[in-house]
């Protein structure tokens, strides 16, 4: 049984917060997400009980860090089903995109070849793109959307269509509509035609159960702060062979055998290799903390409660004729909205004036408008600990928030 | 102006800037200078168009996309602008931005510009309150 209020117990942000002079209601957990105590405990740890470096001295302290590191490099690819060693530490999703497009496709890619993706990705699985293409020639294209969604077929007529592509870069959910992709088709697509697939997972590895090696993904990103983690930890999950084959990004200690004076340089292996300079120790362990936190609750029960929050949400709202939703037909934890006649932030601002977190404008996919038809878009997201008090608060104040201009002459 | 307006009566001044702003247009002659700003948390995207002669500001006008409070607050700022020298602009400029960080402020200057006063209540709207007025500041301060 998943029993809400004793998992809003856990997490010191949903108690008794205020904004704007009312009780706080968080619905912007697409961003970021709160944190529970035992993930701010065991970062606390680090400082307290723990301080050390990883892998660079002789004493007891060191050592038990390292354990400690691999400790969590060993949750974590449990959680995703992945070899220990496929797993990379990054600052997060945006990190481990640049590193596959700098390890891997600056490394392979040249003039003429193409780099698929889509007008919904976030910048952050658009512009690593771009950069690699202005450096090597090869050019990004987009798949073409069935009505706002990435469908396999799309994928499949890309392919027809373009004999160049040599990647593939999507998003697992999106950030925007909360569309799910099929990713284990689309992945089985991409290996016919020769090309490598990532799939950003910043949206999904946080709400539902992802299992890299039966999506037979190539790389696989996700950031720990949006999963109840700490911020400035995420990784990089990338095929063995594919990782042991990807040039090295940023250089430094702690990522080499040894150098010499003649500019030879030996990498250690993978995951090793990427991981120069010291990493960030205790958001590790917040990070190992986190999806211990997860799997606890279990990730089935958190995707099941973000899809019946989204179902009783989109419920309430039936027969709202002025309130335009975008993503009726999704079932993840957004939902992506408009007021007729008012713009998206004055939307939020007023949400923001009743306490109320929400997010508007682009979201980051600034590709986006054309595919809504809206220059911007208000967008509510939940999370495991979101209540459906909380969406009754949202919805009440959607449709009984009174005027834009409330949140600057009410209070 | 004074500052006894209600509060009703700042809404509807606001409202009506926004859904009426009549120094919203591209200029139709020559000798304007021209900055584009926008915001990275808003939708906010504007270029100002300032006509400056003999030291003073003789048209302001802008042309974009903005939400309620930029719309209004560029449009009010346009308003108040024309006819003044570089140097009362200037002084406008700096008084509305006292305001707006809850300073004390020359309430005389700031005329209609005065329904603003609340921005601070929204913090993360101060931004679209001030792009008008930033984008005005950046031509006429290197005047
Ligand atoms: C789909 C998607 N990709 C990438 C990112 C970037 O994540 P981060 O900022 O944690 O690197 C986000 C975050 O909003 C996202 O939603």
Redesign the pocket.
């Known amino acids: 049984m998943y029993d809400i209020k004793k998992v809003r117990l856990d997490f010191p942000m949903l108690q008794n917060k205020t904004m704007q002079g009312k009780p706080l209601v968080f619905l912007d957990n ?3 997400t709160f944190k529970p105590r035992q993930v701010i405990e065991a970062m606390d740890k680090y400082y307290l009980e723990m301080n050390s470096n990883s892998h660079r001295g002789d004493y007891d302290l060191c050592y038990n860090m390292d354990v400690e590191v691999a400790k969590a490099r060993e949750t974590i690819a449990k959680f995703i089903n992945s070899d220990v060693n496929e797993v990379v530490f990054t ?7 640049n590193l596959v497009a700098y390890g891997y496709a600056l490394e392979y890619l040249k003039k003429g070849d193409q780099i698929l993706i889509s007008e919904t ?5 658009v512009l690593p793109w771009y950069r690699i293409c202005d450096l090597t020639g090869a050019k990004v294209c987009f798949v073409k959307l069935d009505d706002k969604r990435i469908t396999v077929e799309g994928v499949r007529n890309a392919f027809k269509d373009n004999k160049s592509i040599k990647l593939v870069a999507l ?1 697992h ?3 925007v509509l909360g569309y799910e992709i099929n990713a284990k088709e689309i992945a089985s697509i991409c290996h016919k035609n020769g090309a490598l697939f990532l799939l ?1 997972g ?2 999904s590895v946080p709400h539902m159960a992802v299992d890299f090696k039966d999506l037979d993904v190539d790389f696989l ?1 996700f ?1 720990a ?2 999963m109840c983690g700490p ?1 400035g930890i ?1 990784c990089l999950v990338g095929k063995y062979v594919l990782l042991q084959k990807m040039a090295t990004f940023h250089t430094g200690g702690g990522m080499n055998v040894k150098f010499n004076n003649k500019q030879e340089v030996i990498p250690l292996d993978a995951p090793a290799k990427f991981e120069a300079g010291t990493l960030n120790l205790s958001a590790i362990i917040g990070f190992k903390a986190a999806i211990e936190y997860l799997t606890n609750l279990g990730m089935e029960n958190i995707h099941k409660h973000d899809q019946e929050l989204f179902e009783y949400a989109i419920s309430k709202l039936e027969g709202y004729d002025n309130i335009i939703i975008y993503n009726k037909d999704s079932n993840s934890g957004i939902i992506a909205f408009n007021i007729k006649g008012v713009f998206a932030q004055d939307e939020a601002t007023l949400l923001n004036s009743k306490g109320i977190a929400v997010r508007s404008g682009q ?3 600034k590709m986006i408008d054309p595919v809504i038809g809206e220059p911007a878009t208000v967008r509510m997201s939940t999370y495991l600990y979101t209540s459906k008090e909380e969406i009754d608060i949202f919805i009440d104040n959607l449709i009984n928030g009174g005027d834009i201009l409330d949140a600057y002459f009410f209070n | 102006m004074p500052i006894s307006l209600t509060n009703e009566m700042m809404r509807a001044i606001i409202m009506d800037h926004s859904s009426n702003p009549t120094n919203k247009h591209t200029p139709s002659g020559e000798g304007y200078q021209k900055v584009h700003m926008h915001s990275d948390n808003c939708i906010d995207d504007l270029d100002i168009y300032l006509k400056i002669e003999n030291d003073r500001v003789v048209d302001a006008c802008f042309e974009g996309i903005a939400c309620t409070i930029s719309l209004s607050s560029t449009d009010i700022m346009c308003d108040l602008m024309k006819g003044k020298t570089i140097q009362e602009s200037l002084y406008m400029i700096e008084q509305y931005q006292h305001m707006m960080h809850e300073e004390p402020f020359d309430d005389e200057v700031l005329d209609e510009a005065i329904v603003f006063i609340n921005t601070s209540k929204q913090a993360a709207r101060i931004r679209c309150a001030t792009i008008g007025w930033n984008a005005a500041n950046s031509i006429l301060k290197d005047k």
Not at chain 1, 91 to 97: N, P, R, V, Y
Request: hydrophobic share 25%; glycine share 10%; proline share 0%.
């Open positions: 697409a961003s970021t600052s997060g999703d945006t990190e481990a995109i990705e976030h910048a952050s699985n998003a959910v999106g950030n950003d910043a949206q990103t950031s702060h949006k911020t995420g979201h980051c996919a």
